[in-house]
Nanobody, 115 residues
Framework: QVQLVESGGGLVQAGGSLRLSCLVS????????VNWYRQAPGKQRELVAL???????DYGNSVKGRFSISRDNAKNMAYLQMNSLKPEDTAVYYC?????????WGQGTQVTVSS
């Protein structure tokens, strides 16, 4: 059974940093793509960053230059390093694992940025 567990969320002041982690189990991690999404209250879920199986990355316009996605295939982990956080980054952040035969979501982790 494929499982994703996010961690690392919390409360941080504007300008601060957090690193989110996504631990994957139950499948071969190295041939998957990983997306990080976020959803703020009353808003649609938004793609924040993605990393493909080859390590290629892309970012949403609102986080470019501030966030960095990475993966460690040996540990079955994906990460989202978030710097220069803003109050508008407040949301529940979700890890999403994708392959041709797979589309799984984690339970989400809350990130709250105070002004």
């Amino acid at each position: 059974q494929v499982q994703l567990v996010e961690s690392g969320g919390g409360l941080v002041q504007a300008g601060g940093s957090l690193r989110l982690s996504c631990l994957v189990s139950g499948t071969r991690f190295s041939d998957t793509a990983v997306n990080w999404y976020r959803q703020a209250p009353g808003k649609q879920r938004e793609l924040v960053a993605l990393i493909d199986s080859h390590g290629g990355t892309d970012y949403g316009n609102s986080v470019k230059g501030r966030f960095s996605i990475s993966r460690d295939n040996a540990k079955n982990m994906a990460y989202l390093q978030m710097n220069s956080l803003k109050p508008e980054d407040t949301a529940v952040y979700y890890c999403n694992l994708v392959r041709w035969d797979l589309n799984r979501w984690g339970q989400g982790t809350q990130v709250t940025v105070s002004s």
